[in-house]
């Protein structure tokens, strides 16, 4: 990773800091597309590696919120999973349910991440961002952020909003620093 990165809203990489790697799992929701072809998930595994951190799995299940909750689930409960991100199903239409499939997960909801995301997709897509239903929480101590389906959904929110959060160099704050208190009581 380069040391000179700045992060929307300014933010900065601090070259001082050790860089830690999270294990990361990417989910596609697709009734179409299988993991041959599913260029979005590929894109953030791509990601996940360019960036130094570990893709802990990978895995492509239709539109159906039992088996979006059944994946999920499994991540949630595995120790060598710390981060999920799902592209797919957050749109309008009736097969879209990966809202509705992953925050019933969350223990804690980020809502800055919603805010945040469509500040950063409206400068992508203008007015078309009120289409997505991206959101982000916490679930058991894993971080999860459900993204859109298409590639320049997964860029805009891999490259200028998740991976300045897992990185625990990018400083004022992120949330891979707090990813060893958020099992506290």
């Known amino acids: 990773m380069s040391d000179e990165l700045q992060a929307p809203g300014g933010g900065r990489i601090d070259p001082a800091l050790t860089f830690r790697p999270m294990r990361i799992a990417v989910l596609s929701v697709s009734d179409t597309r299988t993991l041959a072809d599913d260029t979005s998930g590929q894109l953030l595994?791509?990601?996940v590696a360019r960036d130094g951190h570990v893709l802990a799995g990978r895995a492509l299940v239709p539109d159906d919120v039992a088996a979006i909750q059944g994946q999920v689930g499994d991540w949630i409960a595995d120790p060598g999973v710390q981060v999920?991100?799902?592209?797919g199903g957050t749109g309008l239409t009736g097969?879209?349910?990966t809202p509705e499939a992953v925050r019933p997960l969350f223990d804690k909801t980020i809502e800055g991440f919603e805010t945040v995301w469509h500040m950063i997709s409206f400068?992508?897509?203008g007015l078309s961002t009120m289409q997505s239903r991206a959101c982000a929480g916490l679930a058991n101590g894993t971080l999860i952020f459900c993204l859109p389906g298409s590639n320049?959904?997964?860029k805009d929110g891999w490259d200028r909003l998740i991976r300045f959060q897992?990185?625990?160099r990018h400083k004022p704050c992120n949330l891979a620093e707090l990813a060893p208190r958020f099992g506290e009581v």
């Open 84 to 87: 999920i991100v799902t592209t």
């Open 152 to 154: 320049g959904a997964c």
């Open 166 to 168: 897992l990185d625990a």
């Open 45 to 47: 595994a791509d990601r």
């Open 123 to 125: 400068q992508s897509v």
């Open 95 to 97: 097969r879209d349910v």
